[in-house]
């Protein structure tokens, strides 16, 4: 895609630039030449996934003797995640990316990992815990941006619902924090925020019973990749499309559809396939010895763009 390919290139342009500090004395490493196994673990089975996924592969096949699992836990769970983890130690991973269902409860396995193996989180942070750096979006910052759009959205003010499958995911609380942040002062008033627990049906449940409990509800905001969709067919079935606007989050099947058709205000884009790249690529590095690519802050940012029906078509015609 065009513009997707011109933000790329910014976002790898600004992590090669960022200083380093000094790897934690975490995991193991392997000198050059060894095999090296790396494994990127989602949060949930979630479409959003496929660019990671296309990343990671992109970045081993640049890579000598680099093998990469991709793993995504069946239910989403924490428990399921740690069972996933479990089995790719045992393995003998050298190097692990993950996305926690939930930071807060699982530092201790956290630590755990990275005592075994490097260890970073990609799109979801947990930085209490011993990861060596997190590579992905400051959702904080996406918030604002999603806020951005709320208002634009509703120029007149109005009462909406946040939508999300875990509201104690680090990623879903910077969200929820900068659109909070961003709506301050405004006239739009956040009525409350339902979770799913990344249940398909309960997504979709959750905007219909906000639809008939709240019948003036001015917008529905969804905080991950498949609520998008799951809040536009709810919108659909009550036919309120236009009256009730919608704000989302990535390019889930259909989203960018709805962006299209202008059921769907406006979605903001992470870009899941540089979490994959990058992970991979730094990864490695850390496995052999090289912690350079770490900045001091341990934080490698990829930032988001705003997409809407005003920009939806560059931003999906094909790079030339």
Same mark, same amino acid.
């Given at each position: 895609?065009?513009?997707?390919?011109?933000?790329?290139?910014?976002?790898?342009?600004?992590?090669?630039?960022?200083?380093?500090?000094?790897?934690?004395?975490?995991?193991?490493?392997?000198?050059?030449?060894?095999?090296?196994?790396?494994?990127?673990?989602?949060?949930?089975?979630?479409?959003?996934?496929?660019?990671?996924?296309?990343?990671?592969?992109?970045?081993?096949?640049?890579?000598?003797?680099?093998?990469?699992?991709?793993?995504?836990?069946?239910?989403?769970?924490?428990?399921?995640?740690?069972?996933?983890?479990?089995?790719?130690?045992?393995?003998?991973?050298? &190097?692990? %990316?993950? *996305?926690? +269902? #939930?930071?807060?409860?699982?530092?201790?396995?956290?630590? =755990?990992? /990275?005592?075994?193996?490097?260890?970073?989180?990609?799109?979801?942070?947990?930085?209490?815990?011993?990861?060596?750096?997190?590579?992905?979006?400051?959702?904080?910052?996406?918030?604002?941006?999603?806020?951005?759009?709320?208002?634009?959205?509703?120029?007149?003010?109005?009462?909406?619902?946040?939508?999300?499958?875990?509201?104690?995911?680090?990623?879903?609380?910077?969200?929820?924090?900068?659109?909070?942040? &961003?709506? %301050?002062? *405004?006239? +739009? #008033?956040?009525?409350?925020?339902?979770?799913?627990?990344? =249940?398909? /049906?309960?997504?979709?449940?959750?905007?219909?019973?906000?639809?008939?409990?709240?019948?003036?509800?001015?917008?529905?905001?969804?905080?991950?990749?498949?609520?998008?969709?799951?809040?536009?067919?709810?919108?659909?079935?009550?036919?309120?499309?236009?009256?009730?606007?919608?704000?989302?989050?990535?390019?889930?099947?259909?989203?960018?559809?709805?962006?299209?058709?202008?059921?769907?205000?406006?979605?903001?884009?992470?870009?899941?396939?540089?979490?994959?790249?990058?992970?991979?690529?730094?990864?490695?590095?850390?496995?052999?010895?090289?912690?350079?690519?770490?900045?001091?802050?341990?934080?490698?940012?990829?930032?988001?763009?705003?997409?809407?029906?005003?920009?939806?078509?560059?931003?999906?015609?094909?790079?030339?």
């Amino acid at each position: 895609m065009k513009t997707r390919s011109i933000i790329l290139t910014t976002a790898v342009f600004s992590i090669a630039a960022i200083g380093g500090c000094q790897d934690a004395k975490q995991g193991s490493t392997s000198k050059a030449g060894d095999r090296i196994l790396i494994a990127f673990v989602t949060n949930n089975p979630s479409n959003y996934w496929a660019d990671a996924r296309r990343g990671t592969d992109d970045a081993a096949k640049q890579l000598p003797n680099v093998d990469v699992q991709f793993v995504m836990p069946d239910d989403g769970t924490a428990a399921t995640q740690k069972t996933d983890v479990d089995q790719l130690l045992a393995k003998g991973v050298k &190097g692990i %990316a993950i *996305s926690p +269902v #939930d930071p807060q409860n699982q530092t201790q396995m956290l630590n =755990d990992i /990275a005592s075994q193996a490097k260890l970073v989180t990609q799109d979801s942070d947990a930085p209490l815990s011993n990861r060596i750096c997190y590579i992905g979006t400051d959702n904080h910052a996406a918030g604002l941006q999603a806020a951005d759009l709320i208002k634009k959205a509703l120029p007149s003010g109005g009462k909406i619902m946040l939508f999300v499958g875990k509201r104690d995911a680090q990623n879903a609380k910077e969200r929820e924090k900068g659109i909070r942040d &961003g709506l %301050a002062g *405004s006239k +739009v #008033d956040i009525l409350d925020v339902r979770t799913d627990d990344t =249940d398909r /049906a309960k997504a979709k449940s959750n905007a219909l019973d906000a639809l008939v409990k709240y019948p003036n509800i001015a917008g529905l905001v969804g905080l991950w990749s498949y609520n998008g969709p799951a809040i536009m067919s709810a919108v659909k079935d009550s036919n309120k499309v236009g009256s009730v606007k919608i704000v989302c989050f990535d390019t889930d099947p259909g989203t960018l559809d709805g962006v299209k058709a202008g059921v769907i205000y406006g979605t903001i884009v992470q870009q899941p396939y540089q979490f994959g790249v990058q992970a991979v690529k730094d990864l490695v590095k850390s496995v052999q010895g090289d912690s350079s690519w770490i900045p001091q802050s341990k934080q490698l940012l990829i930032p988001t763009v705003a997409v809407t029906k005003a920009n939806v078509d560059q931003f999906t015609a094909p790079a030339k």
